[in-house]
Structure formats: structure tokens, C-alpha cells
């Protein structure tokens, strides 16, 4: 199983609780030696290496009536979140629904209007599967940092 790395801070969040539940059984170790620690439970040579390898954001966080906007099959949308399912690996599943139908057709001759979608987004808000052109089914915009 592919486990992703969480944050630094939630990296050094663990390299804490592990020293205090440490003193607690009678076993004082210093911050540095916790965060080696850590970093040799993530299988890394050493913090540095982990600190290196580990992103700098946290996690995205879906979450019912949240605003969402980005492209789906390559046209612009802005919706909410209807739905939404942790999923392991930094994965979500979403039900999203657009504020206006969208058009998922190219063709000028007919349309097929959605207002709402299911999909899997990693932790980039980007859908696994891809369009003939290789671009992404959904691609959502970064709303849940703030950014």
C-alpha cells in the first residue's frame, strides 16, 4: 500500500508525541532524537531526508456546502461540495454541484448538460482519469489552504 507523507508540521507533530509519550515511561530523549526517530518510522536515512521528501501544506479537507470552482472535461464551473469521502492515500470522493449546468459535449451539433458529478480527486484536486487529450476529467481549484 502507497502511504503518502503527511505535512512537515504534522511530521513534527509525531516527532513530539513521541517524545512525551516517551517521558512518560521514564524514557527522556531529546527533540532532535525524535525527529530522527520519526524520520527512521517513515523509512527515511535521516530528518533532513524526510523533511525533504515531506510537502510543506497540509491536506486538503472537503467538506458538505463548500465552495468549489476549477474544470471539468475542460470547461470552467463553480459549485459546491454536496458530498464528499475521505478516502485513503490523500483521495476524495466528491459529489459536486455546479452552480450552472455544464456541458460535457464538444460537438456544436448537440449538448449533454450536468449539474452535478461524482469523482475521485487526489490530493492535488485532480481526477485520475483523463480525456482523450490527456487532461484530467476534474480539476479543482485550491480553495481549502486559502491560497
Known amino acids: 500500500m502507497d502511504v503518502s507523507l503527511p ?3 504534522a511530521l513534527k ?11 512518560l515511561n521514564g524514557h527522556d530523549i531529546s527533540h532532535a532524537q525524535a525527529l530522527e526517530a520519526v524520520a527512521h518510522q517513515w523509512g527515511a536515512r535521516d530528518w533532513n531526508t524526510l523533511c525533504a521528501q515531506a510537502r510543506n501544506t497540509p491536506r486538503p479537507v472537503y467538506h458538505p456546502g463548500q ?17 464528499a469521502n ?13 452552480d450552472a449546468p455544464v456541458d460535457v459535449v464538444r460537438s456544436p451539433r448537440f449538448s449533454a448538460l450536468r449539474q452535478q458529478v461524482t469523482c475521485v480527486v487526489d490530493a492535488t484536486g485532480r481526477s485520475a482519469q483523463k480525456t482523450s487529450d ?4 476534474m480539476i479543482l481549484h485550491d480553495h481549502w489552504s486559502g491560497a
Open 67 to 83: 465552495p468549489v470552482s476549477g474544470r471539468y472535461l475542460g470547461r470552467d464551473f463553480t459549485g459546491q461540495v454536496k458530498a
Open 13 to 23: 507533530a509525531q516527532a513530539r508525541r513521541l517524545r512525551t509519550g516517551l517521558a
Open 134 to 137: 490527456g487532461l484530467p476529467h
Open 7 to 9: 505535512s512537515r508540521d
Open 86 to 98: 475521505a478516502r485513503g492515500g490523500g483521495f476524495w470522493g466528491l459529489t459536486l454541484r455546479f
